[in-house]
DNA sequence: CAATGTTTACCAATTA
DNA sequence: TAATTGGTAAACATTG
């Protein structure tokens, strides 16, 4: 990914797509995601030929936000209130490019393609290209950082993220060992810069010791959390947006979650996409099939009551998740 | 109300 | 030549 500076092209239209231009933008921030304003002005500022027309070629810029798998919307934490939400790039984006250009990608990045048994579902339900295609050279700082998220996430040439730990579903609880973007660790960690754990609206403090980070757990509808009241639900299915367990659906939306694990104000944020993602191109149900990106936590279970919404045709799953959700940190 | 976000449609250029 | 990708316009919804 180029770090052109300030003016390099003059009022010249700069050889980039405005993917590229966003990518560059966000690329450039410390924590890997701004805001529509700041993408704006990071473009303005770098490239003086788009400090004209302004109307036409954000309200494309936007377009490509909301359109392209490529960027993951983040909402804002309650703490850093303002308009709109942070964007950052999709995990699996990085490979983009091809041989320097960056007018053209190689192949539209499609976070869930419809239909493509090719494709690979990392453990944390990222699609991930086949590797045939991964070994053409590309371009600096996004190669860099997508080496580093697929060494870790791709499965089968790669070190596979670890399930989530889950005691009661049958998936056996693992240390949390990978450096994955969106792993507890790797937001927590020092050296990481990180992006914040986000609560979930409306949601009462957690207690201390106990991170509550959303996980549902059901084959239905929603779920509830006895004490936390954690789980979120898609918004047109009904659906839990993060799931650990043997489910039948995963929903559309992912939304961000969880609780601040520190009370700072500087609390560092999860990039966790919101974007949809096509239920009919879902796996059948697996554990290590999640849509969207599973944060390794660790999970206790304990049989209970888990109800779907009311109304609903789906039968109740006799679950209920303990009220303590811990963050495996190392 | 303005900024932000989503979606659809159309077209041109490029690629397979 | 069909499919894909990128750019643009526009309508509309949402949000602070």
Redesign the pocket.
Known sequence: MPRPGKDSYGNE?PP??????TAMAIQSSGEKML??????KFIMDRFPFYRQ?T??????????????DC?I?I??RPDQ???????ALHPMCGD???NG?F????????SMPRQQKSHVVAADGIQVKPMSHMDAPPSALLHEQAKMRLSQMAPGTHAPLPPPHCGLLGVPAQPVTTKHPFNIENIIAPECKPASILPHPGLAPTLPGHCGYTVCVTSTGACTWPVHGLCSTDSITGLPSMVLGPVAHVSRDFISQGVPLKTSGNAPAIPVP???SPLSALPPPAVSQASGPVVPVAVSLAPGSLTPPSGSSSPAVPITVAPTLAIATR
């Open positions: 239209k980039y797509s405005y993917i590229s231009l805001p529509l304003s700041d993408i704006y027309n109307q036409r070629w954000q309200n494309s810029l936007r377009h490509n936000l909301s359109f392209n960027f919307k909402p804002r209130p303002g308009k709109g939400s942070f964007w983009m490019f091809e250009s007018l053209r990608r190689r192949k539209r990045f499609k919101i974007k949809p």
